[in-house]
């Protein structure tokens, strides 16, 4: 049996921290800010919220510290501390719309905070020990970026200037955005001579460190037309589990996200040409170049030329990663949920310079692990539904 | 009262235990006739439950490369296609400047106190 939830849950209200260092302060406190901005964005407070989906680097029982943190605890009637890396949250967005068509809740949290940049040295992951590829000293996580880079450069003739435009275009949106963390200038030069870490990825092909906060409300879209904001609504969704170690995943050259993004299409009733915004979740440059094909926005093996030519920058034919991405704007450790922010912000029409004019249908795609979990959502204004 | 299937140490220890014995193995599932690597209780192609442990014939070719920088200098990371199927992550030993896709590699167990599997070139073999 097929539930079909196309537009029943609305995203009611975002938070965004907007602060990339921020010394003292905690990443539960940097969620906890967020979690107040988002409610109050919709007018409605802590007292309300009735489910919450957490997940953390660096704490195994999220949803239980949260609770506390929150106050949440007595008032919870569902909650999901789904791990599978940076996709969590995409993951989570889906079990929670799930809870709230079943009428199980009607309010929900979808909420994240990181001190990534700010505690240094002093962050301590989760173990998750892969004793058949520690002894071989890769680079967790950029060196099973790189293996799949290699391997996508020898199939498909992939360049380092490929992914050096992934870069350049990323910037040229960040320049357009007051938050974003880096606005500077950047040359193909400055991308290409940047410090090798492991072959063919360097320090520029990298997402930035950084703190950061972020958090959703979501709720029926009956509910939602009656709160503050216009309510930007979830359209389909669609997510797929490939591997945990990369030597485990079946291609390295194609990403599960081409299940993920089907599944979402297809729940969504619409096709890639309907869409008007993109975000994918840049963790390395190739991150980009594989989404970008694996969702069917190009050719399979032609993301490097499509990149190249200019069509996700600025004036471009598809407006991608309009807020920076992780490469330019913020990355606080897992920064899938950032890409629903974004998203909504396009389709309210709140954007500011980067504002993509008319933007209807919006395409969020988060990824976790090594390329390992998949998610994909579609939004949509009001009249999209 | 338990399923003697699953009697005595699991995959990962048996493993182990081969390596360092000086047997670099793979299972093999009873089922489907798969080959797979890492070991599990269960064949991740069929859900069967029958696996065996075989030595591997240790040839393999290079499918993706990599080389780690520090500043000690570069080292190799590769993901081996084993000639059995499986791939599996490792490094291939000597230039990591001269490790590409492709390149055909023989498997050797490295190290005494914590054995590791290492592929060396095949033409140096
Ligand atoms: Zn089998």
Redesign the interface.
């Known amino acids: 049996m097929t539930v079909l939830l196309r537009g029943k849950i609305a995203i009611a209200g975002t938070g965004n921290t907007r602060r990339w260092y921020a010394p003292g302060r905690s990443a539960f406190e940097q969620l906890a800010e967020a979690s107040v901005l988002a409610l109050e964005d919709c007018g409605l407070g802590l007292k309300d919220v009735d489910a919450l989906y957490c997940a953390h680097s660096t704490s195994g029982l999220p949803v239980l510290n949260i609770a506390e943190r929150l106050g949440l605890g007595p008032r919870l009637r569902h909650a999901d501390g789904t791990m599978v890396g940076g996709a969590s949250f995409l993951f989570h967005l889906r079990s929670a719309m799930s809870a709230l068509a079943a009428g199980q809740c009607d309010v929900a949290l979808v909420c994240y905070g990181s001190n990534q940049a700010s505690a240094g040295g002093k962050l301590v992951p989760m173990p998750d020990p892969q ?3 520690e ?5 967790y996580p950029l ?1 099973s970026y ?3 880079a ?2 996508h450069m ?1 199939e498909y003739g992939t360049t380092r200037e490929h992914l050096a435009h992934v870069a350049l275009a990323a910037r040229q949106w960040s320049k357009l955005n007051p938050d974003a963390r880096e606005r500077g200038d950047l040359s193909l030069d400055e991308v290409l001579s940047a ?6 990825l360097t320090k520029a092909d990298s997402c930035l460190v950084t703190d950061g906060g972020a958090a959703v409300v979501l709720t029926r879209a009956d509910m939602a037309r009656d709160l503050k904001r216009m309510p930007v609504h979830v359209l389909g969704t669609g997510i797929a589990v490939s591997h945990r ?4 995943m079946p291609d ?1 050259a194609r990403s599960a996200a081409h299940q993920s993004g089907a599944a979402a299409l297809q729940a969504a009733g619409v096709s890639l040409t309907d869409i008007d915004h993109v975000m994918v979740y840049d963790a390395f440059t190739i991150c980009t170049l594989l989404f970008l094909e694996d969702l069917g926005f190009c050719a399979k093996g032609e993301g490097g030329p499509f990149v190249a030519s200019g069509a996700i920058s600025p004036g471009g034919s598809l407006p991608v990663n309009t807020n920076g991405g992780g490469l330019s704007c913020n990355h606080p450790g897992m920064y899938g949920l950032f890409t629903l922010i974004e998203s909504v912000e396009q389709l309210r029409g709140t954007a500011g310079a980067r504002q993509i004019e008319g933007a209807k249908i919006s395409l969020a795609h988060a990824n976790g692990g090594v390329l390992s979990s998949q998610a994909t959502a579609i939004l949509g204004t009001p009249d999209t539904v | 009262m338990t399923d003697p299937r699953f009697d005595g140490p699991g995959p990962d220890a048996a493993w182990e235990d081969l390596l360092g014995q000086g047997v670099f193995a793979v299972q093999f599932c009873g089922n489907c006739g798969i080959a797979q690597f890492p070991p599990g209780v269960v064949c991740r192609h069929c859900g069967g439950t029958d696996l065996v442990f075989q030595a591997a014939s240790g040839e393999g070719t290079v499918y993706s490369t990599t080389t780690v920088r520090s500043r000690e200098g570069g080292r190799n990371v590769a993901v081996v296609q084993l000639a059995e199927g499986p791939r599996m992550m490792s490094r291939v030993e000597g230039d990591p400047e001269t490790v590409t896709i492709g390149l055909a590699v023989v498997a050797r167990i490295s190290g005494d106190e914590t054995p590791v599997v290492v592929f060396d070139r095949k033409e140096q073999a």
Do not use: C, W
């Open positions: 004793p058949y590829e002894p071989y000293g890769a680079r060196s790189a293996l799949a290699a391997r020898h410090r090798m870490i492991s072959d063919p170690q990369i030597a485990a390295l």
